[in-house]
């Protein structure tokens, strides 16, 4: 019965808010990651998070004046308790614009529990969020559980502290870990037209990135658009579009990491390498099956009027997923991209980042290992996706 009230009550508060927005405001994601399960290997070395806080850094896209935050306990076993949640502009290292921390609340209340498998939103929050700033988010933690919900491939350092951190006190830093936990989402109330989700690999996520100057190509795609579009990088390392990798499969967070976004209007499929990397027989069934994948997918998004742009499989050659056979896959999957008709656009990140003299290579100057590519290679896959949206 309590929880029945406090369902109600947040209802309550949300149609409330949602009654007093402008005509043609609405949520819009300015900020996401996937949450994943988190395994020993990716907790902190020194604290299991339990009365301690931690100061996380992100990079928004869009800019507005109101906002919530999503906070995800989906893939722990048992409750996560929040004693208090604020924010703040970002400045070097762990250090934040005092003058700008806020607290939010949930359900009116700084605290919250938030039970295994569940997540929650924040009350809304008047904030004023710069397009493309870093913005601080600071959790202050009670009981934790064993295994955290996180994104692993935060390619930004978090802070970890003892105790209660407090905006106006020094942060004192026991720990660092490059990883997120438990912020799924940033979502601003906004007019703005269009927000793009990104389902992703570690090419995606920013393998070869570097930590803390938020280098991805989804990041320079942001900057190339000019904070008027919603970019969220729903990209997971090692994940594989239809069985095995690391996390859940792009096929089964689909309808969480990429539908449940909100105010999105384009999604783009960026997935299959890792599919094509760890197959080692029965070529032309997996070809086969990452196409039928595709067109579930976008038939998916196209069910609930969104856009949808292929990104064609970026070369493999030199890398520890190179063969013959392998690469056939690949060849078979792109020409489909390119010849389907499914799709609403094609982002050929193929064509444009690969060697002309060797077209089974990354163009040596973008790569990293010959499968993820450097900062070089991924602003130039940004600069190029953004000119498919830029009318």
């Known amino acids: 019965m309590k929880q029945l009230l406090r369902t109600i009550c947040l209802l309550a508060l949300f149609f409330l808010f949602a009654a007093s927005l402008p005509a043609q405001t609405r949520w819009v994601g300015t900020w996401a990651t996937a949450p994943e399960y988190t395994g020993k290997g990716d907790m902190p070395r020194t604290t299991t998070l339990a009365d301690c806080s931690i100061r996380q850094i992100v990079k928004v896209s869009l800019g507005g004046d109101t906002f919530r935050m999503q906070l995800s306990n989906e893939f722990s076993p048992s409750p996560v308790e929040i004693k208090a949640v604020y924010v703040a502009d970002a400045r070097d290292s762990s250090d934040i614009d005092v003058r700008t921390a806020r607290y939010l609340t949930f359900g009116g209340k700084r605290a919250v529990t938030i039970e295994a498998g569940e997540a929650v939103f924040s009350d809304a929050t008047n904030y004023r969020l710069q397009p493309l700033q870093r913005l601080a988010i600071t959790i202050v933690y009670g009981q934790t559980p064993e295994h955290a919900t996180s994104h692993r491939g935060s390619r930004t350092t978090s802070y970890i502290m003892k105790g209660e951190s407090k905006p106006k006190k020094p942060f004192l830093t026991t720990e660092k870990v490059d990883h997120w936990y438990n912020i799924a989402a940033i979502d601003i109330a906004s007019n703005a037209q269009h927000a793009i989700a990104i389902l992703g690999n570690s ?31 729903l990209g997971i390392g090692g994940n594989c579009l239809m069985a095995g990798g690391l996390s859940q499969p792009g096929r089964e967070r689909f309808d969480r990491d990429i539908l449940g976004q909100r105010g999105i209007t384009t999604v783009i499929l960026f997935e299959g390498i890792n599919d094509i990397g760890g197959s080692n027989k029965d070529y032309d069934r997996v070809a086969q099956k990452l196409i039928e994948t595709y067109q579930q997918l976008t038939e998916k998004a196209h069910n609930q ?69 450097n900062p070089a290679g991924y602003e130039a896959m940004g600069k190029f996706a953004a000119k498919v949206f830029i009318p």
Do not use: C
């Open 203 to 233: 090419i995606t996520d920013g393998r070869g990135s570097t930590t803390n100057l938020q280098n991805r190509w989804p990041d320079a795609l942001a900057e190339a658009l000019q904070g008027e579009v919603g970019v969220l990088n």
């Open 305 to 373: 009027g969104l856009k949808v742009y292929a990104a064609t499989i970026t070369p493999i050659r030199n890398s520890f997923y190179w063969s013959h056979f392998h690469e056939a896959i690949r060849q078979t999957v792109n020409d489909w991209m390119r010849t389907s008709n499914i799709f609403d656009g094609i982002i050929d990140f193929d064509q444009h980042v690969r060697d002309p003299q060797q077209p089974s290579q990354l163009l040596q100057a973008y790569s990293d290992d010959w499968l993820h590519l």
